[in-house]
């Protein structure tokens, strides 16, 4: 019995006036004989039955209404032949026996996900009463706080004769609780604290995931509108929907709904100027605007595109619920975070420069890094967590995994490996403490910047729902000055910089350099806006450049700390056309490359097929980087000597130029032109061939070679930067991991998303952790309700074999003859869950040592035990989160954490 039936029970049970009898034990209820009811009920058939002896109590313990004037279950004829008899659940009549209200019950669990039958239980049914009901209701309970309160939506049938009127008018309700005594309907406005009349923070997921479908039917039918601009405006009714919520005092009434004066609901006009200037309080406290003439310009909606009914309708279905408290809502976790991501999936328009990454590629790149491992090292030994930073970050898709798999791996999966001194501890509590909080340490450690406003502003709204309440998302292109990085609170990593005098073409550039880490997947090809273009000469190299892809590679050098890592997603375009030759170059000057993967060309689709791969790697120190710069100039100088030896001999052999007027041509004999020449063009040449005909037969690849690359002359200097980097890299020659991956776990259609291999890794399905309580714990229960039916059938065989009314002997032999059935089928069901449950616990013996998976089973390369919980008798505690092996490698993240090395 769940906590709500049973303040039910016991709440009807300690009336004095008794007009419902339950036993929720025995599953049985009775009405007064008072109560019209139009079938008989004495079993309860679900938990619908259950709210509907509660309101009947209440509407005649507490509201004051005469059992006579209640009806249960009257039944209607519809359609021709008549042969379809829906009931109505209630009907509560007034003292002329007029419908007053018309009421349709739901099981809390329902309540959200079959509102869509609102129409044909309610509007449809209603017409066929002789007399019109005054009011129609849709009704449910719900627990907050302890207390057993209504949850209804409450319908002006004579105001709303229509659904389509009820529709156009934003599907109103004109009361949150039965009125009194045929009382006035009143809403009750929600209020701060409040005991009863404060928000719902106790939300299960079936609720929101009903909740984020009638949002989407509602808000996306119809057409007239993009996907995206609905998107949008219902990000910022929810963004204005949690700074009322942080904002308010105890005692406080609440500004996000909808206030009711008598019958009639508040203005419109009202209501949208009061929720307008939450979203504009909203923008300078969450998003860090502070632009006063930008945020008097700002709207929560445009109406042209966003009519106010559908504001009206946002409001009433999102009012009653806590958005802030009820983030880690019963025994799940991120379950808003979850609600808006769902929101997202289904409602955000990708397009050019607006593609999101999948998240298998998200979460494979962040264990990829090692994240996991270096936030445990940070914080045994600096008391720390790494910066992370993604600079493009679109609706925040890295920042919100990165936040969800530190907190996961740190404070569940791998705290064994958290120093246990107090000085770890302490810093682990005040960043992961309490469970609520858990991902409070994002709003340090975690930041974000997004040019596009509305997606910058989805990104602020993803982060505060999956627990960081005040995060450093900027609202701003993620290739600004630093400068510009403003907020008002402290502490701000992002808005310092320092002139980095290795980072230069004719001047030093600025560079923050606080950075720990960048994952990210920056907008290919995009026009930048004007702003930007015209600061971009003062802060990069490669300010003329057209892809604005390349523009990040150098924000990411600018962003880190010696040694921080990357890892990112880039067109294949960036590692092999010649137009990016000048950004490998500045790569493998200002990095050191760990590792390549190359994506197949399904990972973007439906929504672009750019062949994509992913790269990592880490900063260079300062000492790595003047090693290199002084292999380069060696290099450089070598090929200025080379150079003006080589096109002197051009313009002897070819021209007939004067040897003589040429100094660097003195004294050369045949051999020493030959192995200049060799030496320019990397290559063995025949000694037996002239001089003169090895030019001809090389001139254009000589000439080539001579010429300078003028356009990053001032970066690399005057040479052939290519021959040089040629020479370089055999000198500071290192291994690049490099691999393919063919299948990444999904092939997405327009419409669905197909299962497929996943070269990429694995995931656990047993998991790491599992203790015998979690067993018995599920089997338990099970048992003692199957012994607990079984008691309550051999119960009712033995009354009915001792009753010996003979007119009744047929009857009874063939309801003795099925309960004698069930009975049979529940003790083969009753052997089985205890064979089971035996079998669960030797699972448990077999693999599991002290609650933990047993060393030579972590891999996961049992077939067997991967059966048990990916298809078997386990999978009640199977765990889909990515498997991190030890020892051998099977999938490439396997053999990339096996085999990189980070410094």
């Known amino acids: 019995?769940?906590?709500?039936?049973?303040?039910?029970?016991?709440?009807?049970?300690?009336?004095?006036?008794?007009?419902?009898?339950?036993?929720?034990?025995?599953?049985?209820?009775?009405?007064?004989?008072?109560?019209?009811?139009?079938?008989?009920?004495?079993?309860?058939?679900?938990?619908?039955?259950?709210?509907?002896?509660?309101?009947?109590?209440?509407?005649?313990?507490?509201?004051?209404?005469?059992?006579?004037?209640?009806?249960?279950?009257?039944?209607?004829?519809?359609?021709?032949?008549?042969?379809?008899?829906?009931?109505?659940?209630?009907?509560?009549?007034?003292?002329?026996?007029?419908?007053?209200?018309?009421?349709?019950?739901?099981?809390?669990?329902?309540?959200?996900?079959?509102?869509?039958?609102?129409?044909?239980?309610?509007?449809?049914?209603?017409?066929?009463?002789?007399?019109?009901?005054?009011?129609?209701?849709?009704?449910?309970?719900?627990?907050?706080?302890?207390?057993?309160?209504?949850?209804?939506?409450?319908?002006?049938?004579?105001?709303?004769?229509?659904?389509?009127?009820?529709?156009?008018?934003?599907?109103?309700?004109?009361?949150?609780?039965?009125?009194?005594?045929?009382?006035?309907?009143?809403?009750?406005?929600?209020?701060?604290?409040?005991?009863?009349?404060?928000?719902?923070?106790?939300?299960?997921?079936?609720?929101?995931?009903?909740?984020?479908?009638?949002?989407?039917?509602?808000?996306?039918?119809?057409?007239?509108?993009?996907?995206?601009?609905?998107?949008?405006?219902?990000?910022?009714?929810?963004?204005?929907?949690?700074?009322?919520?942080?904002?308010?005092?105890?005692?406080?009434?609440?500004?996000?709904?909808?206030?009711?004066?008598?019958?009639?609901?508040?203005?419109?006009?009202?209501?949208?100027?009061?929720?307008?200037?939450?979203?504009?309080?909203?923008?300078?406290?969450?998003?860090?605007?502070?632009?006063?003439?930008?945020?008097?310009?700002?709207?929560?909606?445009?109406?042209?595109?966003?009519?106010?009914?559908?504001?009206?309708?946002?409001?009433?279905?999102?009012?009653?619920?806590?958005?802030?408290?009820?983030?880690?809502?019963?025994?799940?976790?991120?379950?808003?975070?979850?609600?808006?991501?769902?929101?997202?999936?289904?409602?955000?328009?990708?397009?050019?420069?607006?593609?999101?990454?999948?998240?298998?590629?998200?979460?494979?790149?962040?264990?990829?890094?090692?994240?996991?491992?270096?936030?445990?090292?940070?914080?045994?030994?600096?008391?720390?967590?790494p910066y992370i930073i993604d600079p493009s970050s679109g609706s925040a898709t890295y920042l919100i995994e990165v936040m969800k798999i530190i907190t996961k791996e740190l404070k569940y999966k791998q705290f064994d490996k958290l120093n246990n001194n107090h000085q770890t501890q302490d810093r682990f509590e005040e960043l992961f403490v309490p469970d609520r909080k858990e991902n409070k340490w994002a709003k340090e450690y975690l930041y974000g910047a997004e040019i596009n406003f509305d997606l910058g502003t989805a990104s602020k709204v993803n982060m505060i729902l999956h627990g960081d309440g005040s995060s450093n998302i900027f609202v701003k292109d993620g290739l600004l000055p630093f400068r510009f990085y403003t907020k008002d609170t402290a502490p701000n990593h992002l808005n310092v910089s320092f002139e980095d005098t290795l980072y230069k073409d004719t001047q030093a550039r600025e560079v923050n350099g606080n950075f720990d880490c960048i994952i990210s997947n920056p907008p290919f090809s995009v026009e930048l806006d004007n702003e930007t273009k015209r600061l971009l000469p003062r802060s990069f190299l490669f300010s003329t450049k057209k892809n604005s892809e390349n523009l990040f590679i150098e924000r990411w050098y600018q962003l880190l700390k010696e040694n921080g890592r990357i890892g990112v997603v880039l067109p294949e375009s960036v590692f092999d056309t010649t137009e990016n030759k000048y950004i490998r170059l500045f790569i493998f000057k200002y990095f050191k490359v760990k590792a390549v993967v190359s994506l197949p060309q399904i990972t973007f689709e439906p929504y672009t097929s750019t062949k994509t791969s992913l790269l990592f790697m880490q900063k260079k120190t300062r000492d790595e980087i003047k090693t290199w710069n002084q292999i380069w100039d060696k290099y450089v100088n070598e090929w200025n000597m080379l150079k003006t030896r080589v096109s002197n001999l051009l313009e002897v052999y070819l021209h007939n130029k004067e040897r003589s007027k040429m100094p660097s041509l003195k004294g050369l004999k045949f051999q020493d032109e030959v192995k200049i020449l060799q030496r320019m063009l990397k290559i063995s040449l025949d000694c037996n061939t002239s001089v003169k005909e090895i030019i001809e037969s090389y001139q254009d690849e000589l000439k080539e070679i001579c010429s300078i690359d003028k356009d990053i002359s001032e970066v690399f200097g005057f040479c052939n930067a290519w021959w040089v980097f040629g020479e370089v890299a055999k000198e500071q020659d290192y291994e690049i991991f490099m691999s393919e991956a063919q299948n990444i776990g999904y092939k997405r259609g327009i419409k669905s998303e197909k299962v497929t291999s996943n070269d990429l890794f694995d995931l656990e399905y047993a998991p790491n952790t599992l203790n015998q309580e979690s067993i018995l714990k599920y089997f338990n229960p099970l048992i003692e309700k199957h012994k607990e039916i079984l008691a309550n059938i051999k119960q009712e065989i033995d009354k009915l074999k001792s009753t010996n009314e003979a007119k009744t002997s047929n009857i009874k032999e063939k309801k003795c003859l099925r309960l004698q059935e069930e009975l049979q089928s529940l003790q083969e069901r009753l052997l089985d869950l205890e064979q089971q449950k035996e079998k669960a616990l030797n699972i448990l013996e077999t693999y599991y040592e002290n609650n933990k998976i047993k060393e030579e089973f972590f891999d996961r390369t049992d077939e067997t035990l991967i059966h048990y919980f990916k298809n078997g008798i386990m999978k009640q505690w199977v765990s889909n989160d990515i498997l991190l092996r030890k020892n051998v490698e099977i999938k490439i993240l396997d053999s990339i954490r096996k085999q990189i090395q980070w410094d």
């Open 1 to 385: 019995m769940v906590k709500w039936q049973e303040s039910i029970e016991q709440k009807l049970n300690l009336r004095k006036q008794k007009f419902v009898a339950l036993n929720i034990k025995d599953r049985s209820i009775a009405y007064d004989e008072k109560i019209k009811l139009h079938r008989n009920i004495s079993k309860i058939t679900g938990d619908e039955e259950i709210v509907r002896a509660f309101l009947v109590d209440r509407l005649i313990n507490e509201l004051n209404y005469l059992p006579e004037f209640i009806e249960i279950e009257k039944e209607y004829s519809v359609g021709r032949p008549k042969v379809n008899k829906p009931r109505i659940d209630i009907i509560l009549r007034d003292r002329e026996n007029k419908p007053y209200l018309f009421i349709e019950l739901k099981a809390p669990d329902k309540f959200e996900s079959d509102k869509v039958y609102i129409e044909g239980q309610l509007y449809k049914l209603a017409k066929l009463e002789k007399t019109k009901p005054k009011y129609l209701v849709y009704y449910t309970i719900q627990e907050n706080n302890n207390i057993i309160l209504d949850n209804l939506i409450f319908i002006d049938y004579e105001k709303y004769p229509n659904y389509e009127d009820w529709e156009n008018g934003g599907f109103v309700s004109s009361a949150n609780e039965i009125p009194a005594g045929y009382g006035e309907p009143k809403k009750q406005p929600f209020i701060k604290g409040d005991s009863k009349y404060d928000l719902k923070s106790k939300i299960s997921k079936k609720e929101l995931e009903s909740l984020a479908k009638n949002l989407h039917n509602v808000l996306w039918g119809g057409g007239g509108t993009t996907d995206s601009e609905i998107f949008y405006s219902l990000v910022n009714i929810i963004l204005a929907k949690i700074q009322d919520e942080t904002e308010k005092n105890n005692g406080q009434e609440y500004d996000f709904q909808i206030y009711s004066i008598g019958k009639n609901s508040e203005n419109p006009n009202n209501l949208y100027e009061r929720i307008n200037a939450l979203y504009r309080r909203a923008l300078k406290e969450k998003l860090n605007i502070t632009d006063k003439n930008k945020l008097a310009k700002a709207h929560i909606i445009n109406e042209e595109k966003f009519p106010l009914n559908k504001l009206l309708y946002c409001i009433s279905k999102l009012e009653g619920y806590s958005f802030y408290e009820g983030r880690n809502s019963l025994n799940g976790k991120d379950i808003m975070g979850d609600f808006f991501e769902s929101i997202t999936r289904d409602g955000f328009k990708q397009t050019k420069g607006q593609f999101f990454t999948p998240t298998p590629i998200v979460q494979f790149i962040i264990y990829a890094l090692n994240l996991d491992n270096l936030a445990i090292d940070k914080l045994n030994n600096t008391r720390e967590l």
